[in-house]
């Protein structure tokens, strides 16, 4: 059974500061690999989606990678702003998207 | 462009009712979910479908019923409405295995 884990938990940087988030998944084979934002009270917005063939997504100042043998992907925030305040979850499929498992997610603060 | 469209978004429940979520995508997606998402916690599956006619558990079936007779509509059943299904959840919808998954804005349950 694929267990995804998000640590930390929640994570407060100033404003500027670049960071970067961490997923571990126990099970290699995955199909694909999201990142997704939440907002309070609001619905997931993916970010960047990641195949298991790939090693890196771009979009913008953010920047997911993937590493299949190890068990994790990262997502690298530049340049941070307050705006990019929200949850961020990742989660892996392992095939055809039928039962992709989340984490829980990582609370981002960014303070002005 | 809608997307994928929750109703109701918020509800309140007395124990032992029973209740129909409604989620409708204008996608022309194949693959429709509902999640469940708790306090803290990671979202979990709780039914999917790859197409109209078609449906299988995910991690969290019991107390839910779905179908799915058209492409767009993909309706949860609450019956027998206990506590434990106090929680946030979400309908989401995507284009078979590669395309990243798009997300309702949830509709949360209380259960009393």
């Known amino acids: 059974k694929q267990e995804v884990t998000q640590i930390p938990a929640a994570l407060s940087v ?11 998944f126990t099970d290699s084979a995955i199909y694909n690999l999201q990142w997704f934002r939440q907002d309070p009270g609001k619905g997931l917005t993916s970010l960047l989606l990641i195949q298991s ?8 100042r953010l920047n997911a990678s993937l590493d299949k043998s190890s068990g994790r992907s990262t997502l690298y925030i530049a340049a941070s702003q307050p705006g990019d305040s929200a949850t961020y979850l990742c989660a892996a499929a392992p095939h055809n998207n039928n039962d992709m498992r989340f984490g829980a997610g990582t609370r981002l603060t960014v303070k002005p | 462009n809608a997307g994928v ?4 978004k918020f509800r309140i429940l007395k124990i032992g009712q029973s209740m129909t979520l409604q989620c409708t995508q204008d996608m022309n997606h194949n693959y429709m979910y509902w999640y ?5 916690m990671g979202l979990k599956l709780i039914y999917y479908s790859v197409g109209a006619g078609i449906t299988d558990k995910g991690e969290v079936p019991n107390g839910y019923n779905v179908s799915r007779s058209t492409t767009e509509d993909f309706p949860l059943r609450l019956e027998l409405a206990a506590p434990s299904q106090t929680s946030v959840y979400f309908c989401a919808s995507t284009y078979g295995g590669l395309s990243e998954a798009f997300f309702g804005q949830g509709t949360r349950l209380t259960v009393v």
């Open chain 1, 14 to 24: 100033p404003e500027g500061e670049n960071l970067v988030l961490n997923c571990s």
């Open chain 1, 53 to 60: 063939s790939q090693r890196e997504q771009t979009s913008g």
């Open chain 2, 5 to 8: 469209t929750q109703t109701p």
């Open chain 2, 36 to 40: 469940r998402q708790d306090p803290g």
